[in-house]
């Protein structure tokens, strides 16, 4: 049977616009009602933390105190054991403790004050803000989104946190037939959510739970003591009823936009499918570009019907999806400014929003430490306002150069300079000459007649860790390492040897072979929280030119002179130092050995009778 044309177009049409409003619909829904949980799951776990957080050490103990009494009561008899085997998740099963010891126990003071703590979250959570009295356990009027508030406890017979026990529950009076749970009663955990709360970690479950009593939300949150171990797990179980509700009618809305754009669609496109089909097609292929993400695309219908009207609404869409592309990508780049590129790539991220407390990454990398010196003395001539003009004069100077050469900086400490090298230690050193080259530049054209700034630089390789610290509401990328120290410790070196660049031996051994550094030995050095000295190299690329020349001139000679110091002929090796003062009056190495082997030669002896 043949088909009008005008009916496969119409069709054709149909079936195109049901297809783009239902996957449309089917990610506006998803992705709300995904976007709805995750917000009222992270909400739901930060009030628990809180709460969590403001009880006092005597409550803790407290809890401490009532849990080991629980867990030494409970008994695992294998009669128990299959009955636990036998519960589905969700269970709970009777308490095997007596009634005289539930009895005891809640008629304890601290259990009694533990079930204060659980009402008052609950009562947190109500419309009215009341002054904080002692609590019973019904709210008559205005009752709080928070249901249900307890305490629950491990079981040592259950290590995987799958089956555990209640400790206590803000509803455990028992009022006509209801009665909340008492201590004791076991249950047969979500495993995931209790699992992660046992180990340290707020959790919340990913879904609502419906059951006879309602929709609900729930979270647990880990009490600990003073040394981090976890003492309990608070849970909290929210009333999440008119948040399903809300999702479901907009799951019926959707569905009905969806029935809607397909009797529509059929109807209008069998009248107009001869006089559409070139417009539609247009359409057509414009969403296509936009699904490609081609947000320049702009589609021309001069029709002044409703296509033409979908038409500019399309249009104004893009435009706005355009828009929105924009401010996200400036939003991007202004949290690189923050946290550098360099940084997520390196923890294997592509965007800010995927990097959590804890991310970390362990390599090799290479560290350059910088420090302004004399910093005080010259900030203490200027105003608060030109000082932070100075520095950040300064640092357009310097940063550049870091990632010139492939670097990317970890973070600014006051007037000091943190920055990693990822791939090569030869790229730190270029990116430590270039710092020193730029900085006399800009001396040279802006500071004339004002003091210099100068500056040290400190350049070590070794094993990083890199990652974040912090906590959930305030995170920050850092490096963890003896690296970064010994980085440190060499820039202070650098004021004592008058050195632009000090590098580490393994600095050295690492770019030795490239023959594009001028460097010379330094000796052993004992830095500060090294038990061992260490071998120091300085790097003379970035000095002036007449006074590397005069460095390499007397490379030998100073050389000789820390051979003879190193092997404590502190007499013999004066004379080379003062070999090389004679010629480069400057050198502030030189003159540092030289006075300190004067120093150990002119030390007065013991004589022993």
Known sequence: MRFPFAVKLALSISLLAVSVTSLSVVFLYTDTRSMVIRLMAGRLKDVGRTAAYMLESQDREGMKKMATVVRSKIKITAELRKTI?????????????????????????????????????????????????????????????????????????????????????????????????LPGLLYKARQQAFHDAFLGKAAAENDFNSDVWGTFLSAAVPIKDKDGTVIAVFGVDYDAGSEANKVAQLLKVCIAVVVASLVLSIIVALLLARILSKPVQALREGAERVRERDFSTHVSVKTRDELGLLADTFNSMVTE??????????????????????????????????????????REMTVLFSDIRSFTTLSEQLTPKKNFNLLNQYLNVVSPTIRQNQGFIDKYI????????????????????????????????????????????????????????????????????????????????????????????????????????????????????????????????????????????????????????????????????????????????????????????????????
Do not use: C
């Not at 939003?331 to 923890?347: I, M, T, W």
């Not at 592509?350 to 959590?356: D, G, L, M, R, W």
């Not at 050295?508 to 550094?517: D, L, R, S, W």
């Open 85 to 181: 085997a036998d519960a589905k998740v969700g269970d709970t099963i009777p308490s095997p403790l007596t009634q005289e010891e539930i009895d005891k126990i809640i008629q304890s003071p601290d259990y009694l004050e533990m079930v204060q703590f659980l009402r008052q979250v609950k009562a947190g959570s109500r419309e009215s803000v009341d002054y904080p009295v002692h609590l019973s356990q019904v709210f008559e009027t205005d009752p709080p989104q928070i249901r249900y508030s307890y305490v629950m406890i491990s079981l040592p017979e259950y290590p995987a946190h799958d089956v555990v026990a209640w400790l206590g529950d803000a509803d455990y009076e028992k009022i006509g037939e209801e009665q909340g749970a």
């Open 414 to 609: 006051g007037d000091a300079v943190m920055a990693i090298f990822p791939d090569s230690p030869q790229h730190a050193v270029e990116a430590g000459i270039a710092m020193l080259k730029a900085l006399r530049e800009y001396n040279e054209l802006f500071r004339i007649g004002m003091d210099p700034i100068r500056i040290g630089v400190g350049i070590h390789s070794g094993l990083l860790m890199l990652g974040t610290v912090g906590e959930e509401r305030r995170m920050e990328g850092t490096v963890i390492s003896d690296a970064v120290n010994l980085a440190s410790r060499l820039e202070g070196l650098t004021k004592k040897f008058g050195s632009g660049i000090l590098i580490s031996e393994q600095v050295y051994q690492a770019v030795q072979g490239a023959n594009k550094f001028h460097t010379r030995y330094l000796g052993r050095v004992r830095v500060k929280g090294k038990k061992e000295s260490v071998k120091v190299y300085e790097v003379m690329d970035g000095d002036s030119e007449q006074l590397m020349q005069k460095k390499l001139q007397t490379h030998d000679e100073m050389e000789k002179g820390i051979d003879l110091f190193t092997a404590g002929k502190f007499r013999e090796s004066i004379g080379h130092f003062e070999t090389v003062l004679a010629s480069n009056p400057d050198d502030k190495a030189a003159r540092a050995y030289m006075e300190r082997a004067d120093r150990v030669v002119k030390k007065p002896t013991v004589q022993i009778a």
């Open 321 to 362: 999806i355009r828009d929105y592309a924009k401010e996200m990508v400036t939003l991007n780049d202004a949290y690189y400014r923050f946290v550098p590129k360099e940084f997520l790539q390196q923890l294997e991220r592509t965007s800010i929003v995927e990097v959590k407390l804890g991310d970390q990454v362990q």
